[in-house]
């Protein structure tokens, strides 16, 4: 007879045997968490495991990623696409069943996760989400968006600093589809964490304005479906189920050890846990019983044709709505997006004022604003000076989710992960945004958004020197080349309106990764363009300046030292000289054309080159070569205003005038 016991045993024998033929792995949590998983996936999770993309599905995040095996088990005897080879083959290359949970390899999985606590944030941007969408689209009688976030979360991601940003802040939004379940097992790497982790978490959770529910027996199944109960029926505050697990369940004499947590039991303990749990099995046989019982692909399919149903009494009372919601759900750009943008290029092309690039993205945002309803904007704690509140932004921290911005407080990786979540949801396209310099406290959220190729704009404002005053801690030096350095990744850096109107552009229809997009505070140049180079701003890197015939120099320049490069290249003109000026917005699409693009903005018979950027320069030796060189900041600034700043450090039209002769010599 099948019981829950030997539901969630199927979890422990799958997560112990696929780690031991690995020989790589994590055992513990999936064992631990068995129970809790079982209850979960057979009682509570709303999905559908033929259709793993059914928008109105539960989403499930394993936050604690190195418990990868959990997930895994539980979608394969679910039913999910997910065969007894690809459990074989985990942690092996291109399989299905990587060593942390890898959105886009396998069918159920929601999001990438294993560097702890961005699990936890994820879920909140979902929840969201979720929240967001259902204000702006349920009608009476009409839930067409309604569904849970469930999260699985570890010691070690309430160890980490972002699971307190973003924990906070749930509460305060008072997101009640956000359901954790906290596996207290008392152990992580080192040991038992009493020697460095002593929260108490009920507490901690309770003055974040969370609904807790404590001491939870997380092996009865009883008790933690009686927790679930409670936690779904909150609907005002995110829930928190504090469950008292053994990390390692079943194994005999490794269970509530750090010894199962990060290794394979060894076949002697895999033997021995068999034994004791009275699994008769070999290594990756389950009986056709416990699959049955744990088979969700009929249940599934009634649930989302059910909501089916639902969805076409929708569209036929609120069909403008739901064409608007289908559209989103699918991910495309409204009607005339691209010619409504390119007329806006065209408007401001020649009439935009000098200015910031920060107030020329504002600028963008005003125009392509009003055709992106699915736009939602934030800044932490930076909305002033970032300007990414425009004029048709409404802001959500009232309580009225209607509204299409959040101010995230003085929390940078908290809301980039929160973005990765919100992308991953779908139906929204986030943007959020803080100073350049504190790009480094959000960096692996922007890493795990290009890992997993997501739609996510990063805004980031005051990006060198001539932020000023501030001085070093906020004058970023190292920010940009370094952000280029993260393989998928856009960078952006425009020298005027109408490259910053571009660059925003390509960031919303870059479907297959992130995009950073920097701005300056300090005022820029407005540059003269025709059509073609306007076009050619698409390429990230096009001929500004050009010369007729021989050239006998080229200026590479992105952002405000663009303008400086022009002003250098009219003097030189003046001595006779033939100089070329390449503005390179985004250096990752100049790289991506072809060959022959590349050749006509960069000739390689012109060996004559100089790149200007004030930041580390060693990124623009690739393009200059071994005959050319930079001028960039290669040292830490000083606190002066931010013209003084450019003058005492070189980044002026006489520097680059004279550098360039220097070359020519």
């Known amino acids: 007879m099948t019981t829950r016991k030997s539901k969630a045993d199927a979890i422990r024998v799958l997560a112990m045997d696929a780690v031991q033929q690995a020989n790589s792995g994590h055992p513990g949590a999936p064992m631990g968490m068995a129970d809790i998983a079982e209850v979960l996936f057979n009682d509570y999770l709303q999905h559908s495991p033929t259709n793993p993309n059914w928008f109105n599905r539960d989403r499930f995040v394993m936050s604690n990623g190195h418990g990868s095996m959990l997930p895994y088990a539980a979608l394969h005897l679910s039913g999910y696409d997910i065969s007894m080879d690809d459990i074989k083959n985990f942690r092996q290359l291109h399989s299905k069943t990587p060593g942390h949970p890898e959105y886009g390899y396998t069918p159920g999985i929601e999001t990438t996760t294993g560097p702890l606590g961005q699990g936890i944030a994820n879920a909140v941007g979902m929840a969201l989400s979720e929240k967001l969408l259902a204000t702006q689209f349920n009608e009476d009688n009409h839930n067409i968006v309604d569904h849970h976030t469930y999260v699985f979360l570890g010691d070690g991601c309430l160890m980490e600093g972002i699971s307190h940003e973003v924990c906070s802040l749930a509460g305060t939004l008072k997101l009640g589809k956000l359901i954790a379940i906290y596996d207290d097992n008392n152990i992580s790497i080192d040991g038992p964490v009493d020697g460095w982790f002593t929260d108490d978490t009920p507490q901690r959770f309770e003055s974040y304005g ?71 099995n070999p290594a990756f046989e389950i009986p056709q019983d416990i699959y049955d019982a744990w088979d969700a692909t009929t249940a599934g399919q009634a649930l989302e044709s059910e909501w089916q149903q639902s969805w076409r009494n929708y569209q036929t009372s609120y069909p403008e709505k739901a064409a608007e919601l289908d559209r989103r759900i699918q991910g495309k750009l409204p009607e005339g997006w691209q010619q409504k943008v390119s007329d806006y290029i065209r408007e401001i092309a020649d009439k935009a004022p000098r200015d910031a690039t920060r107030k020329a993205s504002k600028m963008a945002l005003e125009g392509i604003g009003p055709l992106l309803p699915e736009f939602f904007g934030g800044s932490a704690d930076l909305t002033p000076s970032n300007n990414t509140f425009w004029s048709g932004s409404t802001s959500i921290n009232d309580g009225d989710f209607s509204g299409n911005y959040l101010s995230y407080g003085v929390r940078e990786f908290g809301m980039s992960a929160i973005m990765n979540g919100m992308s991953l949801h779908g139906g929204i396209i986030p943007y959020g945004a803080t100073f350049l310099m504190f790009s480094d406290y959000a960096r692996n959220a922007l890493r795990m958004a290009a890992l997993m190729k997501i739609r996510n704009i990063f805004v980031f404002t005051h990006d060198s020197i001539g932020v000023g005053e501030d001085g070093p801690t906020h004058q970023p030096v190292e920010q940009v080349p370094s952000l280029r350095l993260i393989p998928n990744m856009h960078v952006w850096r425009p020298c005027d309106a109408v490259e910053s109107v571009v660059a925003w552009q390509n960031a919303v229809e870059r479907t297959d990764g992130p995009t950073c997009l920097t701005f300056t505070r300090q005022t820029v140049d407005h540059q003269h363009r025709n059509q073609t180079q306007i076009d050619n701003i698409h390429k990230g890197g096009y001929v500004l300046r050009d010369c007729d015939g021989w050239i006998d120099a080229i200026i590479i320049a992105t952002g405000s030292e663009v303008g400086i490069a022009m002003q250098a290249a009219d003097e030189l003109s003046g001595k006779g000289l033939a100089i070329r000026v390449v503005s390179m917005p985004c250096a990752e699409l100049f790289a991506a054309q072809d060959a022959e693009y590349q050749e006509s903005v960069l000739p390689a018979a012109v060996e004559k080159r100089l790149a200007v950027e004030a930041a580390q320069g060693d990124f623009w030796y690739k393009y200059v070569g071994l005959k050319g060189t930079v001028i960039g900041q290669d040292t830490f600034g000083e606190s002066a205003p931010g013209g003084v700043l450019f003058e005492h450090f070189g980044f002026t039209k006489d520097k680059v005038r004279d550098t360039v002769l220097e070359l020519l010599k």
């Open 210 to 280: 969370w609904h807790v529910i404590s001491d939870v027996d997380g092996h009865n199944a009883d008790a933690v479906s009686k927790a679930i109960q409670a936690a779904k029926a909150e609907t005002e505050r995110p829930s928190i189920i504090c469950a008292k697990t053994d990390i390692g369940s079943g194994a005999p004499n490794m269970a509530g050890s750090d010894a199962c947590h990060g290794a394979p039991l060894g076949a002697e303990e895999v033997a021995a846990t068999r034994a004791h749990l009275g699994w008769q």
